[in-house]
């Protein structure tokens, strides 16, 4: 798997010497960022109504039962069997419209508040998701995140293929948080870690501050064994005093080109076959 882009951050200039890792879904959401938006995809005829009800369902497991590796695979493998192929433009144009009504109530409202809170302390915050790329800048911006990695999803011909060029999961999320380190001259010992699920416990081990938030059962038993602070993060609350105009996020949604809200619903599925053919890891 090649390292991550650093080009994909258009916000690379910083004086911070430190920063807050957050992962996305189940940390600064309350649910999958790629599910959320199988609504908006049914009404616009991407997916029909078995596939809709499949995708309630996944969310419904997905919020009661945690993010595990293999259930979280088990799900978005079934996903990514809908969307290859889906065409890009399309799905720009659905993101670009419904973000805010899908995307924001369902933020955390500890989330936002933590997030301010590691900007007014001087501290660069940085969302590293397995959703696709172009999904998740949206969302950081429409949070006041400067920065961002997701996974990158290739296209041919204006549609998603089923490939990734780089998968933002599990140790590969370590890999990001280095290189951007090295990049941007932050202490790893100073920075802090947020996640809820024992697939990035890489990453916690990278930082000198991890946290774990509404974590699973194998990462909660991490947590109380080595002392990390846990959080409980209970109110998905609409943080819109903080999100700009729809007008706005829409443009910016455009602008960036959301080529990839498919990929955090295909990047599970498809992680055993890439790992496969993937050359050793770093």
């Known amino acids: 798997?090649?390292?991550?882009?650093?080009?994909?951050?258009?916000?690379?200039?910083?004086?911070?010497?430190?920063?807050?890792?957050?992962?996305?879904?189940?940390?600064?959401?309350?649910?999958?960022?790629?599910l959320a938006f199988s609504k908006p995809f049914?009404?616009?005829?991407?997916?029909?109504?078995?596939?809709?009800?499949?995708?309630?369902?996944?969310?419904?497991?997905?919020a009661l039962s945690g993010a595990d590796a293999d259930r979280t695979e088990r799900l978005r493998a079934e996903i990514s069997r809908m969307c290859t192929g889906w065409d890009v433009g399309q799905v720009k144009a659905i993101v670009s419209e419904t973000l805010h009504d899908v995307v924001a109530p369902l933020v955390y409202a500890e989330a936002a508040e933590l997030i301010e809170r590691h900007k007014t302390e001087g501290r660069d915050v940085i969302v590293l998701s397995a959703t696709g790329e172009e999904v998740v800048r949206p969302i950081a911006d429409m949070l006041g995140i400067t920065?961002?990695?997701?996974?990158?999803?290739?296209?041919?011909?204006?549609?998603y293929s089923g490939e990734l060029d780089f998968?933002?999961?599990?140790?590969?999320?370590?890999?990001?948080?280095?290189?951007?380190?090295?990049?941007?001259?932050?202490?790893?010992?100073?920075?802090?870690?947020?996640?809820?699920?024992s697939t990035?416990?890489?990453?916690?081990?990278?930082?000198?501050?991890?946290?774990?938030?509404?974590?699973?059962?194998?990462?909660?038993?991490?947590?109380?064994?080595?002392g990390w602070p846990v959080h409980t993060f209970a109110s998905p609350v609409s943080p819109r005093t903080r999100i700009p105009s729809p007008t706005t996020a829409t443009a910016v949604a455009v602008g960036l080109g959301v080529s990839?809200?498919?990929?955090?619903?295909?990047l599970f599925g498809l992680s055993r076959r890439k790992h496969r053919e993937s050359p050793s890891r770093d």
């Open 1 to 34: 798997m090649p390292a991550p882009d650093a080009n994909t951050d258009a916000h690379l200039a910083t004086t911070a010497t430190s920063a807050a890792f957050f992962d996305l879904d189940k940390t600064i959401i309350a649910s999958s960022s790629a």
């Open 42 to 62: 049914l009404r616009q005829g991407l997916i029909n109504r078995r596939a809709a009800l499949k995708s309630a369902y996944a969310q419904l497991m997905f």
């Open 147 to 159: 920065h961002s990695m997701g996974s990158r999803m290739r296209i041919v011909d204006g549609r």
């Open 167 to 197: 998968y933002c999961y599990g140790e590969y999320k370590a890999v990001a948080a280095r290189q951007i380190a090295a990049e941007r001259g932050y202490d790893l010992a100073e920075c802090h870690a947020y996640t809820d699920s």
């Open 200 to 226: 990035d416990l890489p990453l916690l081990e990278v930082v000198g501050h991890p946290h774990v938030v509404n974590p699973d059962k194998a990462l909660r038993r991490v947590a109380q064994e080595r």
């Open 260 to 266: 990839a809200v498919a990929a955090g619903a295909t």
